[in-house]
């Protein structure tokens, strides 16, 4: 693998680590974060930050029979989410979003083809995956779209992006990012606007078609 140039930024790592980050760009993290050794090391600091912030915290009381329910329920069966590990190209975050499965891909035409992950009202997360030559179906996103090359790459106006890269962009960046040759290029994109992505591609393709 290219060395990794592109990083997940101090405010996100930060979000992510306090857990308040949403959804879809948490996985996007995750997944970076198994990829590269720096952020692996920025987010363990991040970690330690929040240790310290937590010993500090003042007490709060809490019932009488709290300590006696806990206790009562350690025994009690957890069903536990099943956690996979890397399969080719898929970090273990990404095969434990696809629960151990090989993604189930849906093609949006001229090669391009996608997974979501999961989507709500909060934002989506999906697969792309993009032939060599060809650009990155993109869209109108409300606020911050997270890209992370999984394979191959992409470039664009702010740059090249290679396997382990995260792209950030927001509604002000103009861009369109078109996989470089090679093997084809496999993303992981987090965006808060998921069901402008859908109707969106379509009329994105129009002007490809000539329809
Ligand atoms: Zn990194």
Redesign the pocket.
């Given at each position: 693998m290219t060395e990794?140039t592109?990083?997940?930024p101090d405010h996100l790592m930060a979000a992510y680590t306090a857990g308040s980050l949403p959804e879809p760009y948490a996985l996007v993290v995750a997944t970076?974060?198994s990829?590269?050794?720096?952020?692996?090391a920025?987010y363990e600091a991040h970690q330690a930050l929040g240790g310290a912030v937590l010993e500090t915290a003042g007490e709060a009381a809490v019932s009488e029979v709290l300590k006696s329910d806990v206790m009562a329920l350690l025994d009690a069966p957890v069903a536990s989410e099943p956690v996979y590990k890397r399969s080719g190209v898929y970090p273990g975050p990404i095969m434990t979003a696809l629960k151990g499965r090989a993604p189930r891909w849906k093609s949006l035409g001229l090669g391009v083809r996608q997974c979501i992950l999961s989507g709500n009202s909060e934002g989506s997360v999906r697969l792309l995956y993009i032939p060599p030559g060809q650009a990155v179906p993109d869209h109108g996103h409300n606020g911050l779209e997270m890209t992370l090359v999984l394979q191959g790459s992409f470039s664009d106006e702010t740059g090249w992006f290679g396997a382990?890269d995260?792209e950030l962009a927001d509604q002000d960046l103009e861009h369109t990012p078109i996989a470089d040759a090679g093997p084809p290029c496999i993303c992981l994109a987090a965006t808060d606007a998921p069901l402008r992505f859908n109707s969106f591609v379509p009329r994105l393709l129009q002007p490809i078609f000539r329809i």
């Open positions: 990794i592109h990083h997940i970076h974060v990829m590269c050794l720096e952020c692996h920025s382990g995260v």
